[in-house]
């Protein structure tokens, strides 16, 4: 959440979005334009990552089975989301597909490589 507001202040909402709301969100999301996804996007990926980090960093064993299992979670969030807010198909694909599982997967082998 905390690269979703960041995100706010270093690009800026387009003029007359309202991004108080989900409902004011919903219905300005087309005044939105590419550079406007990409926090949302580092959000959804590099929570993913930490959150598989930290799965597999914690399990005794089968930890690249436990990072995937975050990325299993956070993926069906992302779906939500999806179903929820109405976002650019564009962005939909490229969530969906690169910000869950590829994070989960390379934070469970960031955590289970050798030192």
């Given amino acids: 959440m905390g690269l979703i507001m960041l995100g706010g202040h270093v690009i ?42 930290v799965a ?3 399990a005794s064993s089968h930890k690249l089975r436990f990072a995937l299992a975050i990325g299993v979670a956070f993926l069906v969030g992302g779906v939500a989301n999806v179903l929820m807010l ?10 969906l597909i690169g910000a869950y599982i590829p994070m989960a ?11």
């Fill in 56 to 58: 597999a960093a914690v």
């Fill in 105 to 115: 997967w390379l934070g469970g082998k960031l955590a289970t490589r050798k030192a």
């Fill in 12 to 53: 800026p909402p387009p003029p007359g979005a309202d991004v108080s709301s989900i409902e004011g969100l919903k219905n300005s999301i087309h005044l939105f334009g590419p550079k406007h996804f990409v926090f949302p996007f580092l959000a959804h990926a590099l929570g993913t990552l930490a959150g598989a980090l």
């Fill in 86 to 95: 109405p976002s650019p198909a564009w962005f939909n694909v490229l969530d």
